[in-house]
């Protein structure tokens, strides 16, 4: 039986035991401590970094279909301003209006002895608007050609052609703000002769180049303005050759359209225009033009300074 002083020595050696191993058990559980201290942020991060990751997942998404939406957009604004004309073949021969306008601007009395030629400012202005309100569509010479000899219309347009003769200054200061008002387009026969001697009262090139850059046409109306059925051979190439060259050369384009003086002209006339690269040829007899005229004798309609803009509407329309 063991002694009582060697139990107490056993006690005091496992209490002595017990003393010595805690500092052990304290490091651990602080390691431990750390370790999961660790592992938590650890966690935190990598979940951060998940979320971060479908936050910018999720914005990409959302932003995705709004880029596809402005690149659409772009290609439709770009559709919208390539799109051209659809033309279509028509089973009737095609009648179009030609008008004939010469001056605008208001008369002084000094000037009535050419009256029938001057419309008003707030008369032609109501036959815009006439025309705007009624559908129309102003055509150029190239599209007035190609009506003429393919008989095809834009779908769903009425058509008008707006020449004006003899290159006046009006046209410029009074026609011009009112067709780019109305957004119409308009054709300036031009006498050449009449712009090279910087005549009083006519259209200077510098003008005419603005205009034309703002969808205006200048074609044909001669050199000097003379009674072509009454002049030889040589005197009428002169005229039409020369004041082509002209217009060719300064607006540096192919310049379709004669428009004879005063109406004037004869057989030899026609077959000189077309012999000098001429398309169309304008008269001033009344009426709607078709291919049967002859595309180098194409009717007009006539404008005078009392016409009312629901005059026009019911003298040019072609049903």
């Known amino acids: 039986m063991p002694s009582k002083s060697s139990k107490t ?38 979940f951060q970094l998940i979320n971060s990751s479908q936050v910018n997942s999720d914005r990409q998404v959302q932003e995705s279909p709004k880029n596809e939406q402005t690149n659409s957009d772009s290609a439709s604004n770009t559709d919208t301003n390539t799109n051209e004309i659809n033309w279509v073949k028509q089973d009737t021969p095609v009648q179009i209006p030609i008008l004939m ?74 026609a011009f703000p009112l067709l780019m008002k109305y957004q119409m387009r308009g054709t300036n026969n031009i006498i050449t002769g009449f712009i090279e001697e910087n005549r009083a009262n006519t259209l200077t090139l510098e003008q005419m180049k603005e205009m034309k850059n703002q969808g205006m046409s200048f074609e044909d109306h001669t050199v000097t303005h003379p009674d072509l059925s009454l002049s030889s051979s040589d005197y009428q190439t002169n005229e039409l050759s020369l004041s082509k060259h002209y217009l060719d050369t300064n607006l540096n384009q192919i310049t379709t359209t004669v428009a004879y003086p005063s109406g004037r002209y ?3 006339t026609l077959q000189i225009a077309e012999s000098l690269g001429y398309k ?29 803009g629901q005059e026009l509407l019911k003298q040019i329309a072609t049903n």
């Open 101 to 174: 306008y010469h001056a605008i601007h208001v008369m002084d009395p000094s000037e009535a002895e050419n009256a029938n030629l001057i419309v008003s400012p707030d008369v032609f202005e109501s036959h815009l608007q006439a025309l705007s309100d009624a559908g129309y569509y102003t055509l150029t010479p190239e599209e007035a050609y190609k009506i003429l000899t393919e008989n095809v219309l834009p779908e769903n347009k009425k058509v008008v052609w707006l020449p004006f003769d003899d290159g006046m200054a009006d046209f410029y200061t009074q």
């Open 266 to 268: 004869s057989d030899v």
């Open 280 to 308: 169309l040829g304008l008269t001033t007899n009344n009426g709607l033009a078709s291919l049967s005229n002859g595309l180098f004798s194409l009717n007009r309609v006539r404008i005078y300074p009392t016409t009312t």
């Open 9 to 46: 020595r056993n006690y005091k050696h496992s209490g002595k035991g017990t003393r010595k191993t805690r500092p052990w058990v304290i490091f651990n559980l602080f390691l431990l401590d750390l370790l999961l201290i660790l592992g938590f942020f650890l966690t935190l991060h990598h």
